[in-house]
């Protein structure tokens, strides 16, 4: 299998955290033998696992989504589709995610083999009261679950729309 990789977001305490991330995450990717390429659109530099190309400034503004998905958007439209189409190469799935997340043992609940590849695999958040959540998503006036922006696994067959 073959996976890109998208590292994006500010830096914040990536030097520190860094560790597991390759050792939970690349390290369980690469023991099935997926085959990795890395993406990084960040406010500084980060070195990743075959790192095939990055962006270290702000996204653009765009109306109704939030920088740190701005940030997936470009990585995939300036980074990963440029680098696809000039190696002639596809990938399988996409792992989305930031630099300030904390990995732990056994964080893929699932080998690459059941991931669901009609569908977006992403981590949920449930809000049970209200909350002033408008730069994100507005005010949730009741519980609420919604789509956290820090993980996500895209099949290929549907990351043209994911990402667009």
Known sequence: MKICILMCGL???YEEIKSTLHDHL??????QNAEIDSFVHCDKPIELLN??????????????????????????????????NKHKIEYDF?????????????????TICEWDKNKINTRMRIYPTNLNLIYHTGWL??????????FFIIPKNIANLAFS
């Open 94 to 110: 996409f792992v989305c995610t930031r630099p300030d997340n904390i990995y732990f043992e056994k964080c893929l609940k699932r």
């Open 11 to 13: 830096k914040r305490n």
């Open 26 to 31: 690349i390290s369980d990717l690469q023991s």
């Open 51 to 84: 790192l095939r190309g990055a962006i270290t400034e702000d996204p653009e503004k765009y109306e109704n989504i939030t920088i740190q998905i701005a940030r997936f958007h470009e990585c995939y439209h300036k980074l990963v589709l440029p680098y696809m």
């Open 141 to 150: 006036n009741h519980g609420i679950e919604t789509v956290d922006d820090q």
